[in-house]
């Protein structure tokens, strides 16, 4: 039997080298993928960064690139027209003060307002913010929200009376006459108190009624009780027609009755007297008018002052006293002598004498 040289080729050969021709562009396509670069845009914040890598991995891209995330960042991927796109979202601490109360709060961006609403925080027209709302967070803001209001009070205020006194001589000490009873008023006042963060920053009035008008209280009273020390044996004061009733040695005043005083210093005056008898007098000072309380000039002989005075003539010895009145005569260097009648009054008449001021042991 004889092979015929021109016969076909039979169909499993070529069956077998199309598989071998599909397989090779396969290999060839897939070799082509698997070493293609990847075309990246990184955005972190301001810096944007564009990278070629063959890395399907973003984590692996941004460690490629050099960027390290914290625990509390993170990032979303987009792919557009072959291209990926990395976006990292980096924890901002945002410090909120609402009406005084300090929040630290955790956020990835967006607007002030955005954070707001998230925080249900609502504003009203009155209140402010540190930001404006569509301003953009970013790490350490601080946003203070100052909450504003305004409301009206009424309300009754009492307006205490005072007590007016008229000092009556005639009156025994300590004893009061009311002529008129004190009354309290009463005012309606309407006020508009202004408020940030629920303290008062101003009130304006806007209305004032007198429901009850202030009556002050009258009152006459007695003298009151003394405020200068007075001695309780003074000396008796008497014209002088035998020997004299006192000494001076040194600069020490010795008296009839063994009492000694230092004196520091003497001055020379003209003396005049007078006496409220039958009546209750109140010196200046509040004390009652008697002998051994004399009448000066202020600005000559200071209130209190302690002195021993003897009229020059040799004639009058009046003794300790202290200035405790004052009257509109008394000028310069004058006295008034208070003398327990009138008829010793026109008996001493005006005499120049000599002031001893006493030291002051009190």
């Known amino acids: 039997m004889h092979r015929n040289e ?13 598989i071998f021709l599909i397989v090779s562009i396969l290999a060839i396509l897939l070799s082509q993928s698997v070493f293609a670069q990847n075309s990246y845009v990184i955005t972190d914040g301001d810096n944007v960064t564009v990278h070629q890598s063959y890395s399907n991995d973003p984590d692996e891209v941004l460690q490629e690139v050099g960027i390290t995330l914290s625990n509390e960042d993170t990032y979303t991927t987009t792919y557009n027209d072959g291209v990926s796109s990395i ?49 953009f967070t970013h790490d350490g803001m601080i946003i203070e929200i100052v909450r504003r209001g305004t409301q009206v009070y009424e309300y009754d205020e009492v307006i205490p009376y005072e007590t007016n006194y008229y000092d009556d001589p005639t009156l025994a000490p300590g004893e009061e006459i009311v002529l008129i009873e004190g009354v309290n008023g009463v005012v309606h006042r309407k006020m508009q108190v202004s408020s940030e963060n629920g303290k008062e920053t101003s009130r304006v009035l806007l209305d004032e009624t ?23 044996e003074p000396e008796y004061r008497v014209r002088e027609n035998d020997a004299p009733k006192y ?91 208070y003398f327990d009648t009138i008829a010793d009054c026109y008996e001493f008449g005006v005499r120049s004498c000599t002031v001893y001021f006493l030291e002051d042991n009190s």
């Open 87 to 135: 976006t990292i979202q980096r924890m901002q601490l945002v410090t909120v003060i609402n009406r005084g109360k300090e929040s630290q709060i955790g956020t990835y961006g967006g607007t002030v307002g955005e954070l707001l609403e998230r925080l249900g925080i609502t504003l009203s027209a009155n209140d402010s913010v540190s930001y404006e709302t569509d301003s």
């Open 6 to 18: 021109n016969q076909a080729p039979k169909p499993w050969k070529h069956r077998l080298l199309a």
């Open 247 to 337: 000494t001076i040695t040194d600069n020490v005043i010795t008296t009839s009755n063994g009492t000694s005083y230092t004196f520091t210093g003497t001055m020379q005056v003209s003396a005049t007297a007078y006496s409220c008898e039958g009546e209750t007098g109140i010196c200046y000072s509040g004390t009652l008018a008697r002998v051994g309380a004399i009448a000066v000039d202020p600005k000559v002989i200071p209130l209190g002052t302690k002195m021993y005075v003897v009229s020059n003539d040799g004639e009058y010895v009046y003794g300790y006293c202290t200035a405790e009145d004052i009257g509109g005569g008394i000028k310069g260097h004058r006295i008034d002598l």
């Open 210 to 232: 007198v429901r009850t008008e202030t009556v002050n209280a009258l009152i006459i009273r007695g003298p009151q009780s003394s405020i200068v020390e007075q001695p309780d």
